[in-house]
Structure formats: structure tokens, C-alpha cells
């Protein structure tokens, strides 16, 4: 879609920098490849979880607030879908099992940005303004002083202070339970394999998944 | 943004948050917040704490470690955006080369968040 006036801008969110470069180093896109170690989208457009996508036109205008956003298929859920669960040991066929429930629709989602890269403003994708922004994520002073706790976190875990990162960003999580950004990159940390329970934080992926169910982990779009 | 004092001058205030203290008040874009002249210190610094509880920005400090975060905004519009026209996001790309996603105005732009983890 690029030849039609489609600039892809990819933002990886990473505290640390190093883990998101050979991904990108991998794929050598052509288009821009950010590394946010912030989370800096999270406050500045109301990302939760990723993939999200936020759409904005020729005149600098958010035409789509961040949302769930898989333009193809996704190789992780895929290859998911394909291991045995019997041959894998029983807690990690737990969490598969888990991961499998969760839904993304990738056609639908190219659909609409082939609709909108045809037809601009004129797309029945294309949101007004006051849309834009009733659809973006609610933000209270939980949500705003969950953003602080994570900032703080981030900025003493990439000043040296791991130990007092975790006390902010389990504020973070306690404040905001629905920002998965905040949890998954704390909680990989510790547990890079499963994102598993460990001493400390009180979630884990398997456990904060299932309590709201792996089918609403990513929000259904709604066109 | 991460503070280690409560007053700044207006251009960090502006690239840390989004809001640029003008004569009419704090403003993002269309949206301008009328300030108390306390707002302003007398050598033309922004007051943290006035601006952030105006704006519904809530101030976090650690004592122990000396540094405080300035959430963001949640006092004009209670949604992530506060308008729909784009805020600034300038982000390092993989070599360490600064990137403004304003540099791509004029055209179409999908901004895809992913990650490693």
C-alpha cells in the first residue's frame, strides 16, 4: 500500500532497546522502525497492548485511535495452533491451551486499511474527530498515575535500579490492570519464557489472561 | 515525563508532555487550559505542580531515589486523547537515529505498536 501514500511507522516497546533492535535488524524494513523504551505511545495515544495500530492522515489528524491491529496473520498464535498439546509438559500446555481462545481478525483489519489508503476521508473507516477521541481509552487519574508509576519504573530499571523499578511497576499494574504493556514488559523480566508467576509481581500472563478471558484479550474491532 | 525538580523551563515542559505554556494557558493543538499566573515562576519557569493540577496530571514521586513522574493529562476530555490531532512522538529508530513522526506529514501514516517480549 505503500505506492498509494501509506507510510508504515513501527514502534517497538521496549525498556530495553537491545531486545527489540535484532527483530528489526532481522526484518530490515523500509519503512520507519522506532524503539519506544518509555512506552511513550501508551500515554500519548492510549496503547494497552500490542499489536495496535493508530491511523493518521495527510494533515497530521488521528482518523483511528489505537486498536487492536493485525494486518496478517499472526506467526505466534499461528504456530500455537499447530504443537500437540500432549507432548509438551502440562503446565505449558495449560497456557497454549489458554492462548489458542484468543481471537484477532487480520482480514477484516487489512480490509479496512486498503478501504481507507483508497478512499481517505471519504472511508467509512475513517473516524470524525470527536469519534477519534470518544473511542480512545478512558483515562482517569488511575490510568494517568499508572502512566507516572511505569515512567519511574523504567527509568531507574535503565539507570541500574532493577529492585526499585518493580515496586513502581507494580503500582502500574495494580492501577491500570487492563494495560498490558505495563504488565507483560515487567513481568518478562523475571520470566522471559512464560511470563510465568514469580515472587515478584501477583499476576502472570496465564493468570491475568484467564481471568478475563483469552477471547477479550484483544477488544473486537469495531469498524 | 521523569523530573527531578518541580520547575522546568517551557521547552522540556512542552517535549515531556505535549502541552505548550503559551500566553492563553497550557495547549495541545485547539484545546487551550486557562493558567493562575502562578503558573509561571519569576524567572519564566513552569511551575510543575500548579500546571499538573490544572491539567488532572498526577505527580509521582519516590523520595527515596529524588525523582518524580508527571502523568499525563486527564482533565479535559477523561479519554487517552485529549484531540484528535497527533501529538508529537520523537523516538530513536534502531542505529540511534532521532525520528519525529511529524516529519510525515502529507502523507498517509499506520502506526503499528509491537514488541519483543
Not at chain 1, 514502534?11 to 512506552?39: K, N, Q, T, W, Y
Not at chain 1, 470518544?134 to 523504567?154: H, V
Not at chain 2, 529524588?66 to 523516538?91: I, K, M, Y
Request: charged share 25%.
Amino acid at each position: 500500500m505503500h505506492p498509494k501514500g501509506l507510510e508504515v511507522v513501527t514502534v517497538g516497546l521496549d525498556v530495553d532497546p537491545d531486545a527489540a533492535r535484532p527483530f528489526i535488524e532481522a526484518a530490515s524494513p523500509d519503512h520507519p522502525s522506532l524503539i519506544d523504551s518509555a512506552h511513550l505511545v501508551d500515554e500519548r495515544f492510549g496503547v494497552v497492548n500490542v499489536p495496535n495500530g493508530v491511523w493518521i492522515d495527510e494533515a497530521g489528524i488521528i482518523v483511528r485511535p489505537a486498536e487492536p491491529a493485525q494486518p496478517g496473520e499472526n506467526p505466534a498464535l499461528e504456530s500455537f495452533r499447530n504443537i500437540d498439546l500432549t507432548t509438551v509438559p502440562p503446565d505449558i500446555a495449560e497456557v497454549l491451551a489458554e492462548a489458542r481462545k484468543i481471537r484477532i481478525d487480520p482480514d477484516l483489519y487489512a480490509e479496512m486499511l486498503r478501504d481507507w489508503v483508497e478512499h481517505g476521508s471519504e472511508s467509512r473507516y475513517a473516524l470524525s474527530p470527536d469519534d477519534v477521541i470518544a473511542r480512545s481509552q478512558p483515562r482517569g487519574d488511575d490510568e494517568a498515575r499508572a502512566a507516572a508509576e511505569f515512567d519511574l519504573g523504567q527509568y531507574l530499571h535503565r539507570n541500574g535500579d532493577h529492585h526499585g523499578a518493580i515496586v513502581h511497576w507494580r503500582e502500574a499494574h495494580r492501577l491500570f490492570p487492563d494495560n498490558w504493556t505495563y504488565k507483560r514488559q515487567a513481568w518478562n523480566f523475571e520470566d522471559p519464557v512464560r511470563q510465568g508467576h514469580t515472587d515478584a509481581y501477583d499476576g502472570s500472563w496465564f493468570e491475568d489472561v484467564r481471568k478475563i478471558g483469552a477471547e477479550n484479550y484483544y477488544p473486537p474491532i469495531v469498524p | 515525563m521523569i523530573l527531578d525538580e518541580l520547575t522546568v523551563d517551557r521547552e522540556t515542559f512542552e517535549t515531556g508532555t505535549g502541552w505548550a505554556i503559551k500566553p492563553e494557558g497550557a495547549c495541545r493543538a485547539e484545546v487551550c487550559v486557562p493558567l493562575p499566573p502562578a503558573a509561571r515562576t519569576a524567572d519564566g519557569r513552569v511551575d510543575v505542580g500548579v500546571v499538573a493540577e490544572r491539567l488532572g496530571m498526577p505527580l509521582v514521586t519516590d523520595r527515596e531515589r529524588g525523582r518524580s513522574a508527571l502523568g499525563p493529562a486527564t482533565a479535559v476530555t477523561g479519554r487517552a486523547l485529549t484531540t484528535a490531532v497527533a501529538p508529537e512522538l520523537e523516538l530513536p529508530d534502531a542505529a540511534g537515529n532521532a525520528f519525529r513522526l511529524s516529519s510525515l506529514r502529507g502523507q498517509k501514516v499506520v502506526l503499528l505498536a509491537w514488541s519483543s517480549w
